[in-house]
């Protein structure tokens, strides 16, 4: 039997694989960003009680593999995730403390699609990222 996770009056087992690119897909997510953003998505996913099951950041974008409750929609974690984030980083690497207004991390919008059969898949496609992208560039070249 499945190992449901339970709330006071629900049980659930809601898994949803997002996608989500920094303002015009720049590569910057590298070096002491890269290590501090992983630290920062950790923190605030235990804050909503979202658990990151897999994870895997590119220079131009994160995949994550998200265990979200039913009482949180996914847009709503996602901005969560993307605003205080942006919020943590403009403050770390920009010298930022205050009065955030024109301060653009991540792009607009973001992929979710569901996990459920094919968890499995999805969280291997996430935990070699790199391999997959390297092949497809491959691909591309002949």
């Known amino acids: 039997m499945k190992d449901y996770k339970i709330l006071s009056h629900t049980r659930w087992d809601c898994k949803y694989h997002?996608?989500?690119?920094?303002e015009k897909r720049k590569?910057?997510?590298y070096g002491s960003l890269r290590k501090a953003l992983?630290?920062?998505?950790?923190?605030?996913?235990?804050q909503k009680g979202v658990e990151i099951l897999e994870g895997h950041m590119m220079k131009d974008h994160i995949h994550m593999c998200l265990s979200i409750?039913?009482?949180?929609?996914?847009?709503?974690?996602?901005?969560?995730?993307?605003?205080k984030s942006?919020?943590?980083?403009?403050?770390?690497?920009?010298?930022?403390?205050?009065?955030?207004?024109?301060?653009h991390f991540w792009a607009r919008g973001f992929f979710v699609t569901t996990v459920e059969l094919d968890e499995i898949v999805v969280?291997?496609?996430i935990?070699?990222?790199?391999?997959y992208e390297e092949k497809n560039?491959?691909?591309?070249?002949?």
């Open 86 to 103: 942006a919020i943590n980083i403009a403050r770390k690497f920009n010298g930022k403390q205050r009065n955030y207004n024109g301060e």
């Open 27 to 29: 590569k910057i997510i």
């Open 137 to 142: 560039d491959q691909m591309n070249l002949l």
């Open 127 to 131: 935990k070699h990222q790199e391999a």
């Open 123 to 125: 969280r291997e496609y």
């Open 69 to 83: 409750p039913p009482k949180y929609s996914v847009s709503n974690v996602v901005g969560y995730l993307k605003g």
């Open 38 to 46: 992983g630290e920062i998505l950790h923190q605030l996913a235990k």
């Open 18 to 22: 997002v996608v989500f690119i920094p």
